[in-house]
């Protein structure tokens, strides 16, 4: 009898813990979220973060989506969820792609959470990045994947040609380390050992204007104003590298890695959420690697890259509730910490870098300081709502330009006619 009344106790009990499971999986909210995942160690560091959400919320399911195709990728897959009526709750969108989704009412200002919410203050991020995200005086956004372009350098190479193992600090300095440096091994009549190598980027390029006073668009991001006379300039600058000096070349992202890492390239551009991935690869490759700030010329200027953490503006109460409640973990100080001493990428609150998670990252490893060292002079990237129909048209133009093809201002002012129709037309239909 005893046995029997044991028995029925363990089925009782056994079927009472299957349907308080079945309720809490019925309570659960789910949300999505679109990632563009730009690198592994963003991705490894982010499926941490997101399992150790999804354990302390357990009344929180998050769909997932890791976008192929990085930013781009996840901006056309947003519109197209939108448009079909089943956008996603959260989504990591790049710098230029954010403002047209909130001039089409398609995002959700965050006042009112971070009001209620103590534990995110926006005087705790960095001025500018949140600058860029406030419009019509809401936040639209929170800096989540934040980078800057660095330069990635070799020392050795600089030493082996009698010169001081730094990067160049001025624009000069491209064209003086570069005829040092610059070398033709195979004797056919081609420099084979280069300064620099340029590619289909146009965030680099961006770079380039700024520290030549220029700009891709004008403040009020309704008209493009990269033919102005210092935009000339700056590409003539670096198509006198390319054509009279013969020290740098165009190529291509893997190119460029390939020839940086076999010793045939001085420095690279790169962005510094890859330092984690470079110092791997220079360590894998046996060389020393060095990392600097962006060389200076009418002023020092570095564009902020990389995406921003938003919640679209669908679901229900609950649902946008969650998504905070997923964006809040995320911007956590101590997470941002470990996500940007994970990657390199850099966590851009305040408290985030006086974690002894960074400064024992920094004590160690002391070349992950130079992104925080460029914030003195780091500036948002360009706010046009349809900067993506035009970038592409652009960088195909430099690249042009760089191969020494057709005249550089004419084609900058017919590229500028086009994109401010385009903007216009775009504003007239939103």
């Excluded at 934040?146 to 600089?158: E, G, M």
């Excluded at 010169?163 to 070398?183: C, F, H, K, N």
């Excluded at 070349?249 to 890859?274: C, H, M, P, R």
């Amino acid at each position: 009898m005893r046995k029997n009344l044991s028995v029925s106790v363990v089925l009782a009990l056994t079927v009472s813990a299957l349907v308080a499971a079945a309720q809490l999986v019925s309570a659960r909210t789910t949300i999505t979220m679109y990632d563009p995942r730009p690198n592994t160690k963003v991705g490894q560091i982010v499926d941490t973060l997101l399992a150790e959400f999804s354990a302390q919320n357990p009344d929180i399911y998050v769909d997932y989506v890791h976008v192929p195709g990085s930013y781009s990728g996840v901006r056309e897959k947003t519109s197209v969820a939108i448009a079909g009526g089943a956008a996603p709750n959260v989504v990591i969108l790049d710098q230029t792609h954010w403002f047209a989704f909130a001039y089409s009412g398609h995002l959700l200002p965050l006042d009112e959470f971070i009001a209620q919410d103590p534990t995110v203050s926006i005087d705790d991020y960095y001025p500018g990045i949140v600058d860029f995200l406030t419009w019509k005086g809401s936040v639209w956004g929170l800096p989540y994947i934040v980078s800057t372009p660095v330069i990635y350098y070799n020392p050795a190479l600089f030493a082996t040609r009698g010169l001081d193992p730094v990067a160049p600090r001025v624009w000069d300095e491209y064209l003086t380390y570069g005829r040092r440096i610059a070398q033709d091994t195979d004797g056919d009549q081609v420099n084979d050992i280069l300064m620099i190598q340029f590619y289909n980027d146009n965030w680099f390029f961006e770079a380039w204007l700024g520290q030549n006073g220029a700009s891709v668009v004008n403040p009020e991001g309704t008209e493009y104003t990269f033919n102005s006379p210092a935009a000339v300039e700056t590409f003539e600058f670096l198509q006198s590298l390319t054509q009279q000096a013969r020290i740098a070349k165009v190529g291509t992202f893997n190119s460029i890695y390939a020839d940086f890492w076999a010793g045939k390239l001085a420095i690279t551009e790169q962005s510094t959420a890859a330092l984690a991935n470079n110092i791997e690869s220079a360590a894998n490759n046996g060389m020393e690697l060095g990392v600097a700030p962006l060389a200076c010329q009418k002023q020092c200027f570095a564009p902020i890259g990389g995406g921003n953490l938003h919640i679209v503006n669908t679901g229900t109460a609950a649902e946008k509730e969650a998504a905070w409640r997923l964006v809040r973990f995320l911007q956590d100080p101590v997470n941002l910490a470990r996500m940007g001493a994970a990657t390199g990428y850099m966590a851009a609150r305040r408290s985030s870098i006086e974690t002894d998670v960074l400064q024992s990252h920094f004590a160690s490893e002391p070349r992950a300081v130079i992104t925080y060292e460029q914030l003195a002079y780091a500036s948002p990237r360009a706010r046009i709502p349809n900067w993506s129909a035009i970038s592409g048209r652009l960088n195909q133009a430099i690249l042009g330009f760089l191969n020494g093809n057709g005249e550089i201002s004419s084609q900058l002012d017919e590229l500028v006619r086009v994109g401010n129709e385009l903007v216009a037309e775009w504003y007239r239909q939103n």
